[in-house]
Nanobody, 121 residues
Framework: QVQLVESGGDLVQAGGSLRLSCAAS????????MAWYRQAPGKQRELVAR???????NYADSVKGRFTISRDNAKNTVYLQMNSLKPEDTGVYYC???????????????WGQGTRVTVSS
């Protein structure tokens, strides 16, 4: 099994910055991708940013130029640097990891418990 521990959510004023972290631990053989999703009140969960094993990244249009996803492979940790935050960035941010636990195992999807980000206007 793989466990994910997120941190970094907080209350911040519009225009401010936050850095989210998600550390993966457990029986990890390989990680295919690490990503951040968010769910705003009353809305569906949506992809914010993803980084795959080769380092390629992709972002939701709404955060391009403001958010940066990065990864520390040695620590199995993914970060989301969020700058120029807007009230519409408010929501619960979830870490998502696609990983396998053995060379013969297929990849599985793991989710963190979520960390809340609130941006006040």
């Amino acid at each position: 099994q793989v466990q994910l521990v997120e941190s970094g959510g907080d209350l911040v004023q519009a225009g401010g910055s936050l850095r989210l972290s998600c550390a993966a631990s457990g029986s990890i053989f390989s990680i295919n991708s690490m990503a951040w999703y968010r769910q705003a009140p009353g809305k569906q969960r949506e992809l914010v940013a993803r980084i795959i094993s080769g380092g390629t990244t992709n972002y939701a249009d709404s955060v391009k130029g403001r958010f940066t996803i990065s990864r520390d492979n040695a620590k199995n940790t993914v970060y989301l640097q969020m700058n120029s935050l807007k009230p519409e960035d408010t929501g619960v941010y979830y870490c998502n990891v696609v990983a396998s636990t053995g060379w013969a195992s297929g990849a599985s999807i793991y989710w963190g418990q979520g960390t809340r980000v609130t941006v006040s206007s």
